[in-house]
């Protein structure tokens, strides 16, 4: 799976019921090999994938892309990564925790 895949992936796992009341951008800055930066940007109960992100998201997430990978595989708990340093947040820490629930990961 590549970076690009796992974040479009992510998208598709968008839960609109869990989004009722936002009106949030995140933005994944990723670093690596398959560096670049992406942004979701949910309102209306929509999920928007801006490629190339944004000036001034509510929560950026920061990693490199083996870390995105094996999150998004399910191989790296990312609890475990923020906790050890390989997941770091900017803004919103409260949209960070739902996001679980926002884009129904298992």
Same mark, same amino acid.
């Given at each position: !799976? ?37 942004? !979701? ?37 990312? !609890? ?13 820490? !409260? ?12």
């Amino acid at each position: !799976m590549t970076v690009d895949e796992a974040i479009k992936r992510l998208q598709e796992q968008f839960n609109p019921e869990a989004a009722a009341d936002l009106n949030k951008t995140i933005q994944f800055n990723i670093t690596g090999e398959e560096a670049g930066k992406w942004a !979701m940007k949910i309102a209306d109960q929509t999920c928007e994938l801006i490629p190339g992100g944004v000036e001034k998201p509510d929560l950026t997430l920061s990693l490199a892309d083996k870390d995105w990978i094996a999150i998004s595989e399910g191989k790296l708990d990312a !609890m475990s990564a923020y906790m050890t340093g390989k997941l770091k947040t900017t803004g919103d820490i !409260m949209l960070a925790m739902r996001i679980p629930n926002i884009f129904a990961l298992r």
